[in-house]
């Protein structure tokens, strides 16, 4: 049996193509409602869709289609925040110093000289 900690990590890693189906899944979720509610006569906000739509009040039919919108925005963005703690950066003592500018501008200049002696 492995480690907990290795558990842990193979865990948190293997959960992202998870969250990831699952909020694309919430969207076919919110249109597949309006489908059951129809054919199992069930009242709910895509009975209410559609009725609507038949009757031509405008005004519902925007507030519902904002309200499904809304709806799969927040989950949206709860599955990218989910994502936010494996992309915390690493500790500052485990990455290297950042270059120095006269340090590379030296190296550049050394490359380039030895690349243009090679051409004459």
């Given at each position: 049996m492995p480690?907990?900690?290795v558990c842990v990590a193979i865990f948190g890693h293997a959960l992202l193509p998870v969250i990831t189906v699952s909020g694309i899944v919430v969207g076919?979720?919110?249109?597949g409602a309006v489908a059951v509610e129809l054919a199992f006569g069930?009242?709910?906000l895509g009975t209410a869709l559609v009725k609507a739509i038949v009757e031509g009040d405008i005004v519902v039919v925007q507030n519902l289609v904002l309200l499904y919108g809304v709806i799969f925005m927040v989950v949206n963005i709860l599955?990218?925040?989910s994502y936010a703690p494996r992309r915390?950066?690493?500790p500052a003592e485990d990455r290297l110093p950042p270059p120095d500018p006269?340090?590379?501008r030296h190296q550049l200049l050394r490359v380039l000289s030895v690349g243009v002696r090679e051409l004459a």
């Open positions: 480690d907990n900690g076919f979720v919110l249109g069930v009242p709910g599955v990218d925040l915390a950066p690493e006269a340090a590379r």
